[in-house]
């Protein structure tokens, strides 16, 4: 799995959305990638604050600026 499968895979994994196969797979690739598990982390504290505001589901548009930034950090790191 690469850092931006994963990154696909976030809000599923911390919604607990994933099928076991994927949710050991995404688990192993966080094990071992600094930035993915930084970055989870701070996806997790994003989702915590919006839920306090709002008892539903991460809008769309939250979720493609996380994405997107995430795929700027990447590309910048290479
Ligand atoms: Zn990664």
Known sequence: MR???VVELMTDYLEGALSAR???RFEEHIAGCDG???YLEQLRLTLK???RL???AIPEPVQAQLTEAFRT???TAR
Do not use: F, N
Request: charged share 45%; hydrophobic share 30%.
């Open 54 to 56: 709002a008892d539903e």
């Open 3 to 5: 850092c931006r499968d």
């Open 73 to 75: 950090w990447t590309s």
């Open 22 to 24: 994927d949710r050991e």
């Open 36 to 38: 993915c598990r930084a």
């Open 49 to 51: 604050a919006v839920s």
